[in-house]
């Protein structure tokens, strides 16, 4: 409850700074934090996902609002985009579109919940500092902070150092760790308020209001102006609750299911439209204020968005007291967790390989320096690249030699041998990018005499290509004119409907097809044996 309740606390301040930060009024923030809270963490399977409103999904929000035209003071328009948004995200994942994000690469994913992490660090530079940047880029932010040391303010610093140094301390002491967050909050705003004196709380960005979420209605007449609108905003807090399932375990050692984790958010979306809330989705910095303090179930988002209500409405100007600038050392605190977090992706992905280190390094850039959902796009066209690369890669010809009853491997040899028949293997999807270093290492046949050639196909050629099939057909018909017998083994039924659709099976010879069994090797020894029965006809025909 205690990590709930710190959730709760902080979606205060930081709700309220992002709605400001989109336009919107300040308690629409708050009751982004109760009802869809509450839903989200119920039903997602990332158990400690937070699912609230964050700074990424308000700008956009505020660029949908102004590009359709409306007011985002217009409280129906604002239940509208939320339920929209919510309607896209409950049929993606009823569609198992979550699917998709398992072709993210680890490396894409580092890029992007890194730069996220980042954002967040750059987000609280003037809560921390009191001293605001005047860049638009995320890197840019901090760099020009750290220039501009000497324009800090002494007593936000000190303030935001405090809360730093109190959160370190009661992180030592084993049976204060959990509560570590709680404390550093309760002791730090105390003594801010007691020796700073004039210092920015969060009753400054507005008055906390003492009352629960209002009930609100969509406009029905707004719908077709936001539809591609929210489904841009969906993308983007979608985008983001990948990360955090890609960043936060569950710590019950279950699986993430991202379509579940979508439709999850979707039920969030269209439950807070009702009640005040903006479009929301998982929070990673809210995410990382839970875990920070403690949470190891989903009852704590639950409590989170519980605690929010009460405290709302049994003491919101209380709550209004707490100073922005130890809201900016938690956060910093939890930015740095997060940064942490990551270095052991970081560190594999640079050593993997060089285009792994480029891919991750190309998503952190997108990602800090331009808008999120075109980060998004980009780091789904690097995976593409990158699967598209590796696959490439993963195809190659080796050689079966029996020896006895039994078959090893060895290099596939650059020119077939004469007067025997040669076994090869080969390991691939039959993607159309393989086929050139396939047909690379196809063996030549030119000058060869009495030789036959047998191909397992067995467990390849999952999604053969047209490529595929224009390389076996030239090849097949290169072998014929030299006298060479092409046997192929192992082969699914798929494979040969395909053979047999597009003429190949005609030019291979139907018999020469021999179909993939439940004994493995089986189809080895089937091809081998016609290749044999190929051989004596072509030296009984010689003779």
């Given at each position: ?166 959160w370190f301390a009661a992180r030592q002491v084993r049976r204060l760790r959990a509560l570590a967050t709680l404390v550093a909050l309760i002791v730090a705003s105390v003594a801010a308020f007691l020796v700073a004196g004039d210092i920015e709380t969060v009753a400054d960005i507005a008055a906390v209001p003492r009352s629960l979420p209002p009930f609100t209605l969509p406009d029905l007449s707004d719908f077709p102006a936001l539809v591609t609108g929210a489904l841009a905003v969906a993308l983007v807090a979608l985008a983001q609750a990948a990360g955090i399932s890609a960043a936060v375990a ?294």
């Open positions: 409850m205690s990590s709930g309740f710190v959730t709760g606390l902080f979606s205060i301040p930081e709700g309220m700074a992002y709605a400001s930060i989109g336009g919107f009024a300040a308690p629409l923030g708050l009751w982004s934090g109760v009802v869809p809270t509450i839903v989200g963490s119920m039903l997602a399977r990332t158990v400690l996902m937070v699912t609230t409103l964050t700074s990424a999904i308000a700008l956009s929000s505020q660029s949908v609002m102004a590009a359709a035209g409306l007011d985002p003071g217009d409280i129906g328009a604002v239940a509208t985009l939320a339920v929209l948004v919510g309607l896209i995200m409950l049929g993606m994942g009823l569609l198992r579109m979550g699917s998709v994000m398992a072709f993210v690469s680890t490396a894409v994913m580092t890029g992007f919940t890194t730069g996220i992490a980042v954002q967040i660090l750059a987000g609280v530079v003037n809560d921390a500092t009191g001293y605001s940047p005047a860049s638009s880029n995320t890197v840019g932010k901090l760099v020009e902070a750290v220039a501009h040391v000497g324009d800090w303010d002494v007593p936000t610093v000190a303030v935001a150092g405090a809360t730093v140094g109190v569950n710590p019950d050692g279950s699986r993430s299911d991202a379509s579940k984790d979508f439709a999850a958010q979707g039920a969030a979306n269209l439950a807070g439209g009702f009640f005040g809330a903006l479009p929301t989705g998982g929070s990673l910095s809210r995410t990382g204020v839970a875990t920070s303090a403690g949470a190891r179930t989903r009852w704590s988002g639950i409590f989170a968005g519980l605690s929010l209500g009460l405290i709302v409405l049994l003491v919101g100007p209380v709550a209004g007291e707490i100073p922005m600038a130890v809201i900016g050392g938690l956060m910093l605190i939890i930015g740095a967790e997060i940064v942490e977090g990551r270095l052991a992706d970081i560190r594999l992905v640079a050593r993997t390989s060089t285009a792994s280190l480029a891919a991750m390094v190309a998503t952190f850039v997108a990602t800090t320096a331009l808008p999120l959902q075109q980060a998004i796009f980009i780091g789904a066209a690097l995976s593409i690249v990158l699967t598209a690369v590796q696959n490439s890669r993963a195809g190659e010809l080796v050689e079966l030699v029996r020896e006895g009853d039994r078959w090893h491997v060895d290099d596939a040899p650059a020119t077939l041998p004469s007067h025997r028949t040669t076994v090869l293997h080969y390991s691939g999807h039959g993607f159309f990018a393989e086929i050139g270093r396939l047909d690379e290492e196809w063996p030549e046949t030119a000058g060869v005499s009495d030789a036959a050639l047998v191909v397992s196909a067995r467990g390849s050629f999952g999604v053969p290509s047209a490529t595929f099939l224009k390389m076996l057909g030239r090849r097949a018909n290169e072998m014929s004119e030299d006298g060479v017998a092409l046997v192929i083994c192992g082969v699914p039924p798929r494979l040969r409907d395909l053979l047999e659709r597009t003429g190949a099976l005609t030019t291979l010879g139907p018999d020469n097809v021999i179909a993939a069994t439940g004994t493995l090797m089986e189809s080895v020894e089937r091809g081998f044996a016609r290749a044999e029965e190929l051989r004596a006809g072509m030296r009984a025909r010689e003779e």
